[in-house]
Structures are given as C-alpha cells and as structure tokens.
C-alpha cells in the first residue's frame, strides 16, 4: 500500500458555527455537500462534517503543525467560536498552545523544533 493522504472528518455541534470557527483560524472553506465541507490550508486539508456524538467530539484531537506559533496564537486567540485556549507553552520537542473547538474537539497548535 502506498498512503498518499490522509484526511480526518472533524465532527461538529452546530455546522454553521464550525465553518466560521475554522475560517477565523485561517481554513478556507470548498463546498462538498450539504454535510460535508473540506477546509483548506496550503497543502493541508481536512474535512468538517454535520455529525455530532458528545463522547467523540470530547475525544477527538488534532495536531496543527504551524510555522510561526506566536503569529498562530494571534490568529486563534481572536477567533470568535472558540471555548478555550490555552497559553504557548515551551516543551523539549517545540512549542504548542491548545486550542478547544465550538464541538469540544481540541487542537494541538504545534511549532516543532525541526521547522
């Protein structure tokens, strides 16, 4: 098998209110169908579906590797939909904030050392 992608579906609570989340941090949004939408990040991309399960969004976590994490804590402290952002924090292998999702779905906004 030779793996040329992988895409995560992100569940969300309220769809609407996940599209705006998403395009606040920086995703541009492409139309898939009225439950599925694909956001867009230079290469990066993941899709954003109209399902919600309390227990898996609670569950659910990505990991967002960024360039710049102080220019992306400025981005995502701003956004509106969000429930909770953490403080950049220093670890051996980066520097990361957390960042919750309006699902309960939480982000790991990473700046890796090898970048």
């Known amino acids: 098998m030779n793996v040329t992608d992988i895409k995560a579906f992100v569940p969300s609570k309220d ?11 920086g995703f541009e949004a492409e139309y898939v169908t009225d439950d599925l939408t694909l ?5 990066v991309m993941f899709f954003l579906q109209r ?6 969004a609670n569950n659910f976590m990505l990991q967002i590797c960024v360039a ?4 992306a804590f400025h ?6 939909h969000k429930t909770k952002i953490t403080t950049v924090q220093q670890e051996p292998w980066g520097k990361v904030f957390y960042l919750w999702g309006p ?10 050392n090898c970048y």
Do not use: Q, T, W
Request: charge should be negative; include cysteine; aromatic fraction near 16%.
């Open 15 to 25: 769809y609407e209110i996940s599209k705006s989340f998403y395009s606040d941090i």
């Open 39 to 43: 956001f867009k990040n230079g290469d």
């Open 51 to 56: 399902f919600y399960n309390e227990e898996f």
């Open 68 to 71: 710049d994490i102080e220019e």
């Open 75 to 80: 981005l995502c402290s701003r956004a509106k």
């Open 103 to 112: 699902a309960g779905e939480l982000l790991h906004v990473s700046e890796l």
